[in-house]
């Protein structure tokens, strides 16, 4: 990936699974004065061609780097695409690419991040199965549509040490997320060498899990906003941001349950059974017991 081009290269990366609260910490990001992210978050430019869908728009070098034209010279540049993490050659080409970038890795209990992922596929129409049968069948679908596969971190995050070493990978946690998420904002900017006193708004919490209250309202929703958007910029250009937010939230709770019914008692061991190994490695490589995992 040595092609003749010029332009600014991203720093780091956030390459966590999906559901892991990426989309969120992405937004936290874009708010230091000293970092710069583009507008465009899952450029997934470095990911294997089979793990995204055939009619995924690929970006050739120059449409990539264009992506960081804005950032300032005294600003660090990165990106966040959810695929990176589960690609096995997206660490090796990021290297190549940015050879002293540092890797910013959140993750989720496998389990509940499988599930939640697996609602998320449910709103949007893609999925019609039972969680379990789902699952079941996970190796005939394509790898993006894989729940259970993109959970075995410690392997992924291998690879991503091994490119990068282990002083350059930072491993952060949902849970820590959601229970502090301005200190788990200020490790990361500590980790990233910008300001780590600087205060982000982390009240708004995107990207939230939920389930569509009737079979079709994920898709009736999605559609919505999508087409509404030249009218929700045209809103948010002239009413205050609660506002906007709060409209916005309420258009969504018509349509979207926040809360999921609880995963199968016998799938979820089945789950953390598979899990086991990976998980005992995982606390190897990041120090962090993870033992309310396995229960």
């Not at 583009?38 to 995924?56: C, M, V, W």
């Not at 993109?150 to 282990?166: C, D, L, S, W």
């Not at 948010?236 to 906007?244: G, K, S």
Request: aromatic share 10%.
């Amino acid at each position: 990936m040595r092609e003749a081009d010029t332009g600014r290269r991203p720093d780091f990366y956030v390459v966590g699974a999906p559901k892991c609260g990426t989309t969120s910490l992405y937004q936290y990001l874009r708010q230091h004065p000293q970092v710069f992210m583009p507008d465009r978050k899952e450029p997934h430019y470095f990911t294997d061609a089979h793990q995204l869908p055939s009619s995924y728009p690929r970006m050739d070098v120059h449409e990539y780097l264009a992506l960081f034209a804005g950032a300032l010279e005294d600003q660090i540049a990165g990106e966040a695409s959810v695929t990176y993490l589960t690609s096995t050659g997206a660490a090796a080409r990021m290297q190549e690419f940015t050879p002293a970038a540092r890797i910013v890795v959140p993750l989720r209990n496998p389990v509940d991040r499988a599930y939640s992922e697996y609602w998320n596929s449910r709103r949007a129409g893609m999925q019609h199965l039972s969680f379990a049968d789902a699952i079941a069948e996970e190796s005939q679908r394509d790898p993006w549509r894989r729940y259970v596969g993109k959970g075995y971190y410690a392997q992924h995050v291998g690879r991503f040490i091994e490119a990068f070493g282990a002083d350059a990978v930072h491993v952060c946690f949902f849970d820590d997320l959601v229970a502090d998420p301005r200190l788990l904002c200020r490790g990361v900017f500590s980790f990233l060498g910008v300001d780590p006193s600087v205060e982000v708004d982390t009240s708004t919490v995107y990207n939230r899990g939920g389930a569509p209250r009737w079979r079709s309202a994920g898709v009736l929703h999605t559609a919505i906003a999508r087409r509404a958007q030249p009218v929700r910029r045209a809103m948010e250009a002239v009413l205050p941001t609660r506002l906007t937010l709060a409209l916005r939230r309420g258009f969504r709770r018509l349509m979207i349950r926040a809360d999921v019914p609880p995963m199968q008692a016998d799938t979820r061991r089945h789950l953390q059974q598979l899990y086991a190994a990976d998980i005992e490695q995982l606390q190897r490589i990041t120090g962090t017991s993870l033992a309310h995992w396995l229960v």
